[in-house]
């Protein structure tokens, strides 16, 4: 696709395409790295995706890379391509917040399993982005440090809650970046910026080193403007890890061969299946307009579509919201004003108690307040049964309806979120609004199962303003996420690579 | 289900240790009222026989062999502290005098 006034900016290039730059030596990793950094120092007044931006740490590490190519060594497939890294990730030496006052100056002891994976893999971590806090949101609005800005259209969302991570990408801050999806983290900020974002099986990356949210849904995963750069990263980061017990000690799926494979276009012999329930009443015409037009593309390249009924998805919304708290409510608790953060109000004569509960006050959002209250009234006795024991039968609902339809589809496809990216300020007062952003990622979670945000193409923006991005969701079974990558980029290779469209922004070349 | 009154949100609050103000109190009983009479949706469905998913992923319990490994050095995790004395952390006071 033709770039306008690309010429030869580092910053427009694929991962793929810089990492192969750096391994025949047409140009230095400190050089990528510089024109990132450029580039975040142009932009970022306007995106704000970035909360702490490592210059000394991203340089050193890229000299690294060079030094090692200087020296005849093997580099890995991502080395020397920068990387922007969720502030829930944490980084030994670098300050790491989840987005919230109560961690803020907060200087991690150790280095996340993902983190050291990507050091090793010489991947250049630029800083650390915004979210919201603790992963709480849909916006990036609960951010405590202020909301980033979508980059095809700042007045708007670039989601949440890893929407540091995919408005990074869409500026072309960073080729590539990690966010975490709980609930749809990660696939709903993809798909509102025009990017690929993929959330793993449960258990398929290691979730040591992520500041928790709620630990039986949480999963770290990539973030690229291509299938294949999603890929890429995505192997780097998984596999088994003994430091997280829930990891799973299996292959990795063959993601990156499954993203070549798919972008040859040919699709035989697979069945999709349309999830009847997630569409309809409270979806833009233009998102399911932009859905149906792929699933078109998908039966030309040779897969049978089929329309699949999952009749409990439509309580996954009210379940999640009871698990997540519940789980979040207990996580949470580590937040006692002694080992680590914020302390408020310890004045020699206040009990703990007292200072725990004001600084917890004082350190924590209204949505995490909110969610708290919700968690510890859904577990507190004479609810439980009610509220998080019913939530609980409903995921076993759930996954009982994908396993139903996974034996007669090989992939399940929906739109990954209900409208185009929203205006800023529209839903933060209306938890409910903001919640029914993620109507169509929960169910993959609650089951533990994969799932990829591909772009679907354009569709107009209700209120006005430019056309805005629309993602495709594809839903595999457990530990099959190479069929989202193989899926996703048959929908790349017959769409283009949307990212390539977005405005170029003030300060680009 | 029973609306959410401001009292219950103040034991919710005492519960978790937040020390919410009377502002929050008055925001948050409505907030809490909608988003449990939406997510009470749950008790529509789940009958007594379907058995509740913790986890959706099957896991059994993971042991490792003990091996004596270095932790994370204790200056470093004391330098995070909001406040650290003699080598430890320290805490505001935990009894009360009547205690």
């Not at chain 1, 800083?127 to 202020?146: H, I, L, P, Y």
């Not at chain 1, 699709?267 to 699933?295: I, N």
């Not at chain 1, 979120?417 to 919640?435: I, Q, S």
Request: net charge negative; proline share 6%.
């Amino acid at each position: 696709m033709a770039v306008p006034d690309s010429g030869d900016d580092l910053t427009r290039l694929t991962a793929t395409e810089t990492a192969a730059k750096i391994a025949s030596g047409d140009v230095s990793a400190v050089e990528v790295a510089n024109a990132h950094l450029d580039r975040i120092r142009a932009v970022d007044g306007d995106v704000h995706a970035f909360l702490t931006v490592d210059e000394d740490g991203a340089i050193a590490c890229a000299e690294s890379v060079d030094d090692k190519r200087a020296n005849g060594e093997p580099l890995s497939p991502l080395a020397g391509v920068p990387l922007a890294l969720k502030d829930v990730v944490v980084t030994r030496g670098l300050q790491t917040t989840s987005g919230s006052k109560i961690l803020e100056g907060w200087i991690p002891p150790y280095d996340a399993t993902i983190t050291r994976k990507m050091r090793e893999a010489g991947v250049v971590i630029l800083g650390k982005v915004n979210m919201d806090e603790f992963a709480m949101g849909s916006s990036t609005e609960n951010s405590a440090f202020g909301a980033s800005r979508n980059p095809w259209d700042l007045t708007r969302t670039p989601g949440g809650s890893s929407g540091g991570s995919s408005a990074a990408v869409a500026a072309f801050e960073a080729p590539i970046a990690i966010g975490t999806d709980t609930g749809g983290s990660i696939r709903q900020p993809a798909a509102v910026t025009g990017l690929v974002g993929h959330k793993p099986t449960y258990g398929g990356v290691s979730r040591y080193g992520l500041i928790a949210f709620s630990s039986s849904l949480d999963q770290a995963g990539p973030f690229g403007r291509t299938v294949l750069d999603t890929a890429l990263l995505h192997e780097v980061i998984a596999g088994h890890d003994p430091m997280d017990s829930t990891s799973l000690d299996v292959p990795v799926p063959p993601v990156v061969a499954a993203a070549r494979e798919g972008a040859h276009g040919d699709l035989a012999g697979l069945t999709v299946g349309v999830v009847k329930e997630l569409g309809g009443e409270g979806y833009e015409p233009g998102v399911e307009a932009a859905c149906r037009a792929a699933y078109a593309k998908l039966e030309e390249m040779g897969a049978k579509v089929v329309e699949v009924s999952c009749p409990h998805f439509g309580y996954a919304l009210a379940a999640y919201y009871l698990i997540a708290p519940s789980e979040a409510s207990s996580n949470l608790a580590r937040f006692d004003a002694v080992r680590y953060g914020l302390r408020v109000g310890d004045d020699g004569v206040r009990g703990l108690e007292e200072v725990m509960s004001l600084t917890r006050e004082a350190g924590f959002g209204a949505e995490v307040k909110r969610r708290i209250m919700i968690g510890t009234y859904a577990l507190s006795s004479g609810y439980y049964d009610a509220y998080y024991g019913q939530a609980q039968k409903v995921r076993t609902l759930i996954s009982r309806d994908f396993a139903a339809a996974f034996e007669t589809c090989d992939v399940l496809v929906s739109p990954t979120t209900p409208t185009v990216a929203f205006k800023l300020g529209e839903r933060v007062d209306d938890p409910m609004a903001m919640y029914a952003s993620d109507l169509c990622t929960l169910p993959a979670p609650l089951a533990g199962l994969p799932a990829i945000s591909v772009p679907a193409g354009l569709a107009a923006a209700p209120g006005g303003g430019p056309e805005l991005p629309v993602g495709l969701q594809i839903m595999a079974p457990a530990l099959a996420d190479d069929r989202c990558y193989r899926v996703a980029a048959a929908v790349e290779a017959a769409l283009g690579v949307l990212a390539d469209k977005a405005p170029l922004l003030e300060g680009a070349k | 289900m029973p609306a959410i009154s401001r009292e219950e949100v103040a034991h919710l609050a005492r519960l978790a240790r937040l020390a919410v103000t009377d502002d929050e109190l008055d925001t948050f009983a409505g907030q809490l009222d909608v988003i449990l009479g939406a997510v009470a949706r749950v008790g529509e469905v789940a009958a007594d026989d379907i058995p509740p998913t913790s986890h959706a992923v099957p896991l059994t319990n993971v042991l490792r062999p003990d091996e004596v490994k270095p932790s994370i050095d204790r200056e470093m995790v004391l330098l995070a502290a909001p406040a650290a004395e003699d080598g430890r952390f320290r805490v505001p006071r935990i009894l009360t005098e009547e205690e």
